[in-house]
């Protein structure tokens, strides 16, 4: 099992959802410079929403016809929750200093959590989520879960879909002008604000999108599941060049590739072998951040921008 | 988008209207009364509301507080009595009384109308918490029925006095400038004008009239008394020891505070204030020593404690977050490091560096240098960058740290801290041969073991208070404060950036890590537990970020007031116990909405965040007022309404 090629695939399934999760942060901050902390919190309801519509199906439904359903639940959870939060608590910001919504965002994350686990039934602990029976397969050496297809043709089928809007789609190329210049782009006869509130939307689906794979990977969600995964994809998303829907997916599997083999391997290192296993985890991957931090902060994919004064 | 355009869509607005003030051609009250109804009205409903503090609330004790004993108010009588008399001042003082005008130097009406929905606020909420704790109105006696009408007509009373705020009001009948339209009551603009109506009482508010000269001893005299109230207040607040009568206190406190601030006595203080620093200082020291003296039991002094290590951790953070403008989210951490390393080499048995006791004024250099060399390592990758992304290093950090402490454990990682079980029986302190574990009896007052560290991080908070205030008037802050303005234009003008953020950086944490010293010996252990990003309890990052944000950022009285608040609030109002984070977190939201720069503002801050509707307008009379509402997208309702003729 902990062969290197089984480990290097666990961290590509591993990233291809912290690319996913990223894109949202990405998105949303190449267009309007903010941070949206609470984006943790909009996957992790995304996992409830997905989770409540499979509790609602008729008991004994196939988990074949069920996923698609769920997808949908999880999707428009998190894409309301995105809409209502970026209508109601950011947008009166959007000329406030920058602090102002870094502050929101957090007040936001943590009233999202509080919600979930105060009114989901019987939040306050991990709820369990459906598993798909088949598999796993072994592809060569590499054995291979339900779920870790999913992610993987998931986190495929939304780049390109995404790539495919940005670059052909008017509402897409708008996008682009919004980012490189909200002013200007609003004076072509962009509407801005509809710009954003789409990104927000899109990032949020692909969050949605994310938290039915982490269902699936783990086999649970939980209301505080956000955080850490709001974290670590906001890692991915510096790590790739953030404004890079690209360098988003690229920073999430380089992310989750090396916490993976972090987990496995640092242990061998002589003088190391405390420093191993899952609950460093978290440890190698911040670090990761601050080395990335300190010699290329421009990320993987991005390009060094001026500061807009 | 400035304020100084007079109106220039509104050139036919006649010069009368415009310039009327009050009575009798300024603007209507919300309640059409005669202006003598209206005050008897108000009057005789805060007499009645004060009054019926002292008759009988309910039939039986089962109420916290005793409410059912006519002749003496108990708990929540003596808050709504407090509104009532409050109330009854303000609309005194607004009637001109010889010897009251002073209460009300600036809005008389608004302040009296807060007042009174003070004394609502605080009566409802007792009269629906008796009914539904017991079970139905049965439990209201006769006396809880007068209280819960009279503060209403007190409410009603003040909503007929006409608006003596800048702006709002309903336009006069037969005003020219008054839309055909405004007297009709038409069903959808009902809300409109509600809304513009009571923005005469609480939207902006005149200036206060200037001060009469008076002899320094009266300043002196007034600023004592000022601090023996809020003294005695502060200590109400800790004493109150059930959730209704905290909620109460908060209420009655929350709007008595919005009316002397809409009255002008805050500003009036403020200046007094401005003039005589070294006395308030002085005053507010002692009042803070004498804290202890005032309780008698040491359970308030422990609160205190608490409160002091949160508001001076609060106040490093100050320097990060409020003055250089850089988001420490994992500021705990620094908090963290200070109470393991102090507790390290306090010479407690569990310490893996057993038998290395240091005195206290090594261990709190300790504590501090390692916070400092902490913020250095983290600082010094990031703060080159924007700032956005010392945001989420931070917040790794602080994830980092709680991960670390808790695997340090001896099996999943070297032995430094015991991992979950953390570090107990820290020795008490000693100084200079002055056990603080003791108690210790100072002429006929004992002070308890919480008392002596009470005064300890009294000393602790100066300290830190002198920091934070000298620094940030010297070169160093003036350049934080430019970086926090506006980073570009700092550089431009020749600001090291890097060195000076460091510098700002570096400092919050050591200050955090000296809090954290003390703080290891107060609690007799540390564990990882409270130094996480968000919990339930103070101190965590979020809560210490939201003390500095909601008591006002770059202030050294908010942070300090904040901690109080966010600190006392979870501890008094227990039954929230599940939602407390959910308000907290709501809370953060709506601050950021509404009032940004926090309670107390720091007047740059406040500048910043309100630029286009809060500058002083050319002519300060209603009517142009209005027109410098700026914004076109909220340039809407009622100010159009009256303007857009």
Redesign the interface.
Known sequence: MHTLPQQLANGIFLGAMYGLIAIGYTMVYGIVQLINFAHGEIFMTGGFGALTVYLNLPHGTSLWAAVPLMIVGAAVTSVVIGLLAERFAYRPLRNAPRLAPLITAIGLSLALQELVRNLYPNATSARVFPQMSAGPWKLGSVSIQAGDIFVIVAAVVCMAALAWFVRRTRTGRAMQATAQDPDTAQLMGINTNRIISTAFAIGALFAGIAAVSYGLLYGQVMYNMGFDAGLKAFTAAVLGGIGNIYGAMLGGLVLGVAETLATAYIADIPGMHQFGGSSWANVWAFILLILVLLFRPQGLLGERVADRA | MTDTDITPGTPDVPVEATTARTEPAGPRPLLPLPLTAARALTLAGAVATAASAWLSWTWTSAFPGDLTVTGYPGGLQWETFAAGLLTALFALSGYGVRGLRWLTPADPHGATLLAALGGLATTWYTVIAIATELGGLANLTTGGWIAAVASLLAVLGALALPPTGIGGGLPRRGDPDARPDADSGAGANAVQRALAALRGYLGRRPAPRPAAPAPIAVHYLVILAVVALGLGVFTYGIDANYGELFVGYLLTTCFALWAAQRAGLLTRFAELNNRHRAWTTTLAFLAAVAFPLTQSNDHDANVGVNILIFATVALGLNIV?GLT?L?D?GYVAFLGVGAYAAALVSGSPYSPVHGTAFPFWAAALVGAAAALVFGVL?GA??L??????L???T???G??FR??V??LDG????DVTNGPNGIPQIPDLSIFGFNLGNPHTIGSITLGRFANYYLLMVIATVIVIAVFSRAADSRIGRAWVAIRE????ALAMGINGFRVKLTAFALGAALAGLAGTVSAHVTYNVVPDPYQ??GPVAPNS?FL?AAV?LGG?GTIGGPILGAALLYLIPEKLQFLQ??R??A??????LI??FR?EGIIANRRRQL??HEPDDAPGPVATPGTAIGTTTDPGEATGPASAQAGA
Not at chain 2, 411 to 414: D, V
Not at chain 2, 584 to 589: D, E, I, Q
Request: glycine share 10%; net charge negative.
């Open positions: 977050v403008g988001l989210l983290i990758p990031t080159r960058l924007r700032g956005d992304y945001a989420i290093v917040l790794g950090f994830e980092i991960i670390a808790q695997n099996t999943s990682g070297p506006d980073e570009t234009a990003f968000a979020a970020l944000v950022m599940n939602y984070l959910l907290f977190g709501l809370a953060l939201v950021m909405r940004p910043e965040f």
